[in-house]
């Protein structure tokens, strides 16, 4: 299998996406890391985050050191890009240092595609805008396979701030293409337009949504991405979208509960649930989502 970039989970077949599940679950066996990732000693990968993060950029870094690649985290912050320096210019400036890989994270959707277009190297898209997150949907695909040894025909319920979640969307592509039963559940402030058209069922009552369900992936309320008034006040939200150990009785007995971080506790999640280890996966979430990188990053350089 070769890929040269990860930008959208769209441009993934179902093979190439087992094959990447697979790997990333071998990559949890440390013994195995070196027969599967041969190439990689002395290659370069540039982390160039230009959005806060904490997860998505140490497990990169992680995955990369892990594989035993060199890993440089570009400071965006303290780099020329204050000076003025345009986005392509910084790119086509990395690109002369030859990296092997670039992983890009920005607010505005489509960075990673247009840096793609400018470059030689592979592109990993860390998440642009409210578009797409691919490595996160890898990752909390592997989660749920972990807990239920399949994905097809799985409800899964996806709730809250759906209109500005690139987690969402990344997921609802992936888990369709993996036949998993998609609903979203959201207040209609929060959905994005067109949703009736990708494959999703819309629960605009909580109820209704969380009924039946084996997985509830819950979404950060993305403040920074909303311009005005989307909820009425935290609290509210909370009482009427926030999940709460009542709310989750709904759902199947052992339906599991996912976020992928950063959480805001009391406003979309309850702390009793978050922090229940029978039936939140947020940590192991984050635990996947090293070996997910492993495999992609891997996958791109061999
Ligand atoms: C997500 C992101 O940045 O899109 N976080 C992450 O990568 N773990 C979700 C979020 O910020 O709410």
Redo the contacts with the bound molecule.
Sequence with gaps: MKIKHLLSIKDLSVKEIENILKDASKFLNKNKIYKISKNIKGKNIINLFFED?T??LTSFELAGKQLGASVINMAVATSSIKKGESLIDTAMTLNAMSPDILIVRHNMSGVPYLLSEKVNCSVINA?DGSNE?PT?ALLDVLTILRHKKRISGLEVAIMGDVLH???ARSNIYLLNKLKAKVRVISPPTLLPPGIENMNVKVCKNINEGLDGVDIIMV??I?KERMKGSFVPSEKEFFRFWGLDGEKLNKAKKNALVMH???INRGIEIDSDVADDIGRSLILEQVKLGVAVRMSVINKLIN
């Design positions: 993060s997860r998505t998440g997150h996160q979640s690139r987690v979404l950060r993305q992928p971080g950063p």
